[in-house]
């Protein structure tokens, strides 16, 4: 199931491919990046709002998940989940599609703080942005979680 808030539409570059062949493990992360760029914008936080009020986002955790293996040219689409958010800090969900099949390629949860930039601080979100996380977040509740979503690195399942 998907979420309808796309983050990011584009082919695989040919810098993004390493010496296997397919898409380079770090690439994966620029791309999921560009997700989060995409994602800030849609709850307000543009380049002149964080400029004018002097906040940003930071990336504090981030979980990857490579399910297939992709090649140059393949056309990609990410969409995102908001799983959980508070005052100053979203967890987000991102799932990586070939854009003509649909097929997962790839995952990554993310978890992000609010920051306000003139002190290097956690803040709350301003009103403007905590509203529109609020409302984003209400509509993503009605979304089922993805089966990855806080899934931990272990050899052997307990």
């Known amino acids: 199931m998907t979420t309808g808030m796309t983050v990011f539409e584009g082919p695989v ?17 620029v791309v ?24 940003s986002i ?3 955790q981030s979980m990857v998940h490579y399910l297939q293996e992709v090649s140059e040219g393949e056309p990609l689409r990410i969409e995102a989940q908001l799983l959980e958010s508070d005052n100053k800090k979203l967890r987000l969900f991102f799932t990586l ?38 409302q984003l977040q209400h509509q993503h509740n009605e979304v089922p ?6 899934r931990s690195i272990m050899l052997k399942r307990r």
Request: net charge negative; charged share 25%.
């Open 13 to 29: 570059r040919s810098d993004w491919i390493d010496y296997n062949g397919h898409m380079n493990d770090a690439c994966y992360v």
């Open 32 to 55: 999921f990046s560009q997700g989060i760029d995409e994602f800030m914008l849609k709850i307000g936080l543009t380049e002149a709002f964080r400029e004018e009020n002097q906040v």
């Open 58 to 60: 930071y990336t504090l």
């Open 97 to 134: 599609y070939q854009a003509e099949t649909g097929d997962q390629l790839a995952a990554m949860e993310t978890l992000l703080l609010h920051m306000d930039m003139s002190s290097h601080r956690a803040a709350p979100f301003l009103d403007a942005t905590r509203e529109r996380v609020e």
């Open 145 to 150: 979680q993805p089966e990855l979503a806080g």
